[in-house]
């Protein structure tokens, strides 16, 4: 759990960052860090979903996994979540922001194929390696999300703990189950996702990111069944 605890670390780290310079940014900045964000999860998203295996897996676990997600109203209990936590831990503030932010930082963090390989590595063969890049990579894009968004960005470290601390728990049983395929096809579905994200950003559409979270429990299952 060593490498998962750094992560969550460098998350917080990048939070208070971003706070600092939130304070300093003018508002009439504020269109540029959206920018800045938007783009670089574009970069980020792009390179993650063209190292899809197949098409046909993402674009049928994108399909799927948005129907459940929409029946199941993931994003109002996520969003939900995310305004109950801000209403805890703060009298004031905007309780949507602060969700977003929670959310989206959430879903950048724990949607590639680092995270998962990372903590199943540092799980089964104590290998560090690949966590401690993310940590780094992670504690930045934090600073440039709590620039956008606000200290919800600092409650995603939670979420890190708990999703990379299973990973890293179960990494040995899990680690034959998913296949080196099937993380792959998750890391490429995370990738699409951080497109909707970008997309939200650069407020080019709205997109309901949190109901396509069940794509990332298709991807490995249908790349089972689906070799081209």
């Not at 605890?5 to 304070?23: F, P, S």
């Not at 674009?59 to 209403?87: K, N, P, T």
């Not at 990372?118 to 799980?123: E, L, M, R």
Request: proline residues 1%; contains cysteine.
């Amino acid at each position: 759990m060593f490498a998962t605890y750094v992560n969550c670390l460098a998350v917080i780290a990048g939070t208070l960052v971003g706070l600092l310079l939130k304070k300093v940014i003018k508002e009439s900045f504020k269109e540029i860090v959206m920018t800045s964000a938007g783009l670089v999860t574009v970069v980020i998203g792009l390179g993650m979903a063209l190292k899809a295996g197949s098409y046909l897996v993402m674009i049928f676990s994108v399909i799927l996994g948005g129907f459940v997600g929409y029946a199941l109203r993931i994003e109002d209990h996520v969003l939900g979540l995310g305004g109950w936590i801000q209403r805890k831990t703060s009298k004031s503030g905007d309780s949507v922001t602060f969700a977003q932010g929670f959310l989206n930082a959430s879903l950048l963090f724990c949607t590639g194929a680092m995270s998962i390989v990372g903590s199943i590595q540092a799980g089964t063969v104590g290998d560090y390696q690949l966590i401690l890049v993310k940590s780094v990579m992670d504690g930045c894009m934090a600073i440039v999300f709590t620039a956008a968004y606000g200290i919800g960005v600092l409650f995603s470290s939670l979420v890190v703990l708990v999703y990379q601390g299973f990973f890293t728990l179960a990494g040995g049983w899990l680690q034959p189950h998913l296949g080196e395929v099937g993380i792959n096809e998750m890391g490429a579905v995370g990738g699409v996702l951080l497109l909707m994200i970008a997309g939200n950003l650069l407020q080019i559409k709205k997109f309901r990111t949190g109901d396509f979270l069940p794509a990332l429990v298709f991807a490995p299952i249908l790349a089972r069944f689906i070799t081209v």
